[in-house]
């Protein structure tokens, strides 16, 4: 179902009354934290959509993950709404919970370590990520995608991409495979329904004694009130910021197109 406030979801989570039988999982963008530079928020991207789907149409799909990439690193992260950190948390108290994003893991021009630097953005926005050496692993049983691995930090999965990397239904299956007791349920907030479905058709194959919840979080994509030291995007300045992004992903794809 879609879930467009945070008041809708808190109340969808606590009429599930979890236990430490179900496993929580939580998207990251658009989920946990947003950009907060209007000129990055999805109601700009919706607004200028026309540029935006041009932009994307121009770029092989390795830049278009790039490009995705870059839009996510050109602005602070914040919560996508105040009280979400402490709703996450207190979902973490009572269920097994994890973070899952599709964001890519590798090194890139202006970025040395994405895992990193998403472990920071989420800790900065206030959410909690187990740093703990033994929890850092990187997965070198999936296919090398742009120079890097699916990897784990503490509770934060990253798939590495979405076009070449790891589905989020084929890594779940994956995370599943290492657990001595399944979980009896599944609940999935996400802000795609695409990846909600792909995780759902997984499980029914794999684990079909698992029941799969997913709830569709569409909360962050409306307008948000303007943060302060910031204005209000033109299509002028979207158009320039997409250039600039634009460029860095066709520079960062190099060492890794077909020839």
């Known amino acids: 179902s879609e879930i467009k406030t945070f008041s809708a979801l808190k109340k969808e989570l606590n009429n599930l009354y979890l236990s430490k039988k179900d496993l929580v999982i939580f998207d990251v963008d658009m989920v946990l934290t947003m950009p907060r530079d209007p000129l990055f928020q999805s109601f700009s991207m919706k607004t200028y959509g026309k540029d ?47 973070y899952l994003t599709g964001s890519l893991t590798g090194a890139f021009p202006r970025i040395r370590n994405t895992a990193e630097w998403r472990v920071f ?67 999935m907030i996400d802000d795609n329904l695409q990846q909600l479905n792909f995780v759902r058709e997984h499980l029914e194959e794999h684990y079909p004694g698992i029941q799969f919840i997913g709830l569709h979080y569409r909360a962050a994509y409306k307008k948000y009130p303007l943060p302060h030291g910031y204005s209000n995007p033109t299509r002028k300045t979207f158009k320039r910021a997409l250039r600039h992004l634009e460029k860095l992903a066709r520079k960062a794809a190099k060492p890794y197109e077909k020839k």
Do not use: W
Not at 76 to 94: E, G, N
């Open 52 to 98: 935006y789907r041009r932009c994307l149409n121009r770029l092989s799909p390795k830049q278009q993950e790039l490009l995705n990439l870059y839009h996510i690193l050109k602005s602070p992260q914040q919560a996508t709404h105040d009280k979400m950190p402490k709703l996450v948390k207190s979902v973490a108290r009572q269920a097994k919970q994890i």
């Open 121 to 187: 953005s989420l800790a900065s926005a206030g959410y909690t990520v187990d740093k703990c050496a033994k929890h850092f692993k990187k997965y070198k049983k999936f296919p090398k995608y742009l120079g890097s691995y699916p990897v784990r930090i503490g509770n934060l999965f990253m798939t590495n991409g979405v076009n070449g990397g790891v589905t989020k239904g084929t890594f779940i299956i994956f995370y599943l495979e290492r657990f001595y007791l399944p979980p009896t349920r599944i609940i």
